[in-house]
């Protein structure tokens, strides 16, 4: 049965607007073709790159990578010119495009053209090719450079692994983004593949295995994660061999959902549940998992997944002060427990950081568990859409406590923070 439940899993996070996709990379591609080109329903010159490039994306992504390349006497011409470069030629095809979605937001943004529509935002590199086959591409922050890019062998790469591994590798990768989603932090695509791709060739017995070894599988992807050196600073890409940064936040999460799952067995109670709590409710759900409601308390629980895509490409910094009459406040990190009539105010510390990266709504949810929770039918875990980057609370009765904080951008939640509250008796 678990066998049946990780396919079906798999099954649930596939992307699931892909032609969606092709349609409107066709419609930009044909545009720019005609312009540039002066080609009638051309459909060359385009190549969908990241994570939908290398068809490890899941359903929910937020963001379709493109890049066409342009023919080189567009760069003599713009490289020609005084002034920003890059930006100039960011503008310009941006107008192109507006010709073309007259009531569309788009702009020419750092190192791409952003053109935002409803369920996803298109980022389009416009780039020139390389003798070496790589791609050439503006950046205009800081006054305007030319950058690299070789992302088609990434690509390549990818479907060869995934070929060679019976479907595993994007298994893997698809999985892994639904983690990121569920524990709610940063955890770039590349990344992700690249290393999808090295645990696999350091645990050869799971290329081919099937969905019966997927408990073991995950166990071991997570202990592989976790041993990853926390002082190294990036990692060379699956393909091309350029270098990945990260900060390494990853190591630490997979850390903790190691300790949660390492001594999972198939036949473990309400695994599912557990499975579910690492990566999240697309994994399925059994009917002997429901919770006896013995208490007869309102289920007044709600759940930000009900009411926005998920697609996690920011990292929410989440502090909780505790204060007291006659104590100065102190970081709830530093307490090893938590008495009842305390104060909690709960802040985003990186609002700043949000706020540049466009986030337009703050989202919290307070969530108490256990028995006196339920007895006192007092459970909460009400979505509250505030909009204040801060919240305060009081510690009222003993017992397992959350607080979650979530932030949406562009009517997709792109961001989550927690704080575990355990006040003691």
């Known amino acids: 049965m678990l066998a049946r439940d990780f396919e079906e899993f798999c099954s649930n996070i596939k992307l699931d607007n892909k032609e969606d996709m092709e349609s409107t990379v066709k419609d930009i591609t044909k545009k720019l073709n005609k312009h ?53 030629l960011l503008q310009e095809v941006k107008n192109v495009l507006k010709d073309r979605y007259p009531n569309t937001d788009l702009r020419g943004d750092g190192q791409v053209v952003v053109i935002n529509f409803s369920k996803y935002t298109v980022e389009l590199v416009p780039a020139f090719k390389n003798d070496d086959d790589s791609y050439k591409y503006p950046d205009s922050n800081e006054g305007g450079k030319w950058r690299n890019t070789n992302p088609l062998p990434e690509i390549e790469k990818c479907l060869e692994i995934d070929d060679q591994t019976s479907g595993n590798f994007t298994n893997i990768c698809h999985m892994l983004r639904a983690w990121k989603n569920k524990a709610g932090f940063k955890f770039k695509g590349l990344l992700i593949d690249t290393l999808t791709n090295n645990f696999l060739n350091n645990n050869e017995q799971y290329k081919n295995c099937n969905y019966e070894d997927y408990l073991n599988l995950i166990k071991d992807l997570f202990l592989y994660l976790k041993s990853q050196n926390k002082e190294q600073e990036f990692w060379h890409a699956i393909g091309s061999n350029q270098k990945v940064y990260d900060d390494g936040r990853f190591i630490r999460k997979a850390a903790k959902t190691y300790e949660e799952i390492k001594d999972l067995e198939a036949d473990t109670e309400r695994i599912n549940k557990k499975l579910r ?48 009459d006659g104590f100065r406040p102190t970081d709830l990190r530093a307490l090893k427990f938590l008495k009842k009539n305390r104060k909690l105010e709960f802040e985003i510390e990186n609002k700043s950081e949000l706020v540049k990266n466009g986030v337009e709504h703050i989202i919290w949810k307070v969530k108490n568990e256990g028995e006196i929770a339920e007895k006192r039918n007092h459970i909460r875990g009400q979505l509250l859409m505030t909009d204040r980057y801060n919240r305060e609370e009081n510690t009222s009765f003993e017992g397992p406590h959350y607080v979650e904080v979530y932030v949406i951008k562009k009517n997709i939640c792109v961001g989550k923070g927690r704080v575990d509250v355990n006040i003691a008796p």
């Open 36 to 88: 540039y080109y002066d080609l009638d329903d051309a459909v060359e010159h385009m190549h969908t790159v990241g994570s939908v490039g290398r068809t490890t994306a899941i359903k929910n992504t937020s963001d379709l990578d493109i890049l066409f390349e342009l023919p080189q006497s567009v760069y003599d011409r713009i490289n020609d010119n005084e002034g920003n470069k890059q930006s100039q």
């Open 277 to 324: 709590k690492v990566f999240g409710r697309e994994f399925p759900k059994r009917d002997e998992e429901e919770t006896q409601n013995k208490y007869n308390y309102d289920n007044t629980e709600e759940f930000i997944e009900d009411r926005y895509q998920i697609d996690i490409i920011l990292n929410v910094q989440l502090k909780c002060i505790v204060t007291q």
